[in-house]
């Protein structure tokens, strides 16, 4: 149980176009989404938190305008990286946390490997 | 504000050895204590935890890890490692105290390397 996925996988853009990364949790109801950016041979940096059906809270230094979060269902969130760059590139992971039954891990997707030319 | 450490960035240990990867943390109050594991171009996948309780705890794959309160430590060990266990591996914390909105703090990572 609790596996969360991440779509695309990897994905590939031009400088100046946007991409829309999904996160679904696909067995559990995710009541709060996080989206981490992390870079070659580095920690999780988290970017934003998010909770269903309201405004993601976004982390300090994290443009809000250009990584835009989407928490519309308990299974779906979105991360829409808006007039990429190259220094955009990066690995992207989300996770999900479900409020019931006293978990308290978070459950991570696979990634998405993001690179911007 | 929590913080993590992982003092060393790479482990390196031969199959059939004892394994351990160090992780100190800081919180305000009672820490939730993570590990993870990653392996390359791959999400975390989490290996246990520490809510309360027994100060052993024991994880996925035969990994475990002892919380120690009075040294602020959460080490991840096994008792014999495998080719396979070498990965990415993160210590994670989050402070009951002041909640942290739910955050994870993460450490820098331990490159963990078995060698036969």
């Known amino acids: 149980g609790a596996v969360v996925s991440q779509h695309p996988s990897r994905v590939i853009c031009k400088s100046g176009t946007s991409v829309k990364i999904e996160c679904r949790s696909l067995?559990?109801?995710?009541?709060?989404m996080f989206w981490y950016r992390q870079f070659p041979k580095q920690s999780l940096m988290l970017m934003a938190t998010s909770n269903e059906g309201s405004k993601a809270t976004y982390e300090q230094g994290v443009e809000k305008d250009k990584f835009l979060i989407n928490h519309a269902s308990l299974t779906l969130s979105t991360l829409t990286v808006t007039s990429a760059h190259p220094e955009d590139s990066s690995f992207y992971i989300c996770?999900?946390?479900?409020?019931?039954?006293?978990?308290?891990?978070?459950?991570f997707g696979p990634g998405t490997r993001l690179t911007v030319t | 504000a929590q913080s993590v450490a992982q003092p060393e960035d790479q482990v390196n240990v031969a199959e059939g050895n004892p394994l351990t990867v160090k992780c100190t943390y800081s919180?305000?109050?009672?820490?939730?204590l993570f590990w993870y594991v990653q392996y390359p171009n791959r999400g975390l996948q989490f290996l246990l935890k520490y809510i309360t309780g027994d100060n052993l705890v024991k994880g996925s794959y035969g990994f475990e890890a002892e919380f120690n309160k009075s040294q602020t430590s959460f080490h991840l060990k096994k008792p014999s490692a495998l080719v396979s266990d070498s990965a990415l591996y993160f210590c994670a914390v989050r402070d009951i105290l002041t909640g942290g909105g739910n955050k994870l703090t993460f450490g820098t990572g331990t490159q963990l390397k078995v060698e036969l």
């Open positions: 919180v305000s109050g009672n820490p939730y």
């Open positions: 996770s999900a946390r479900t409020s019931s039954g006293g978990s308290y891990e978070q459950y």
């Open positions: 067995d559990f109801q995710a009541t709060t």
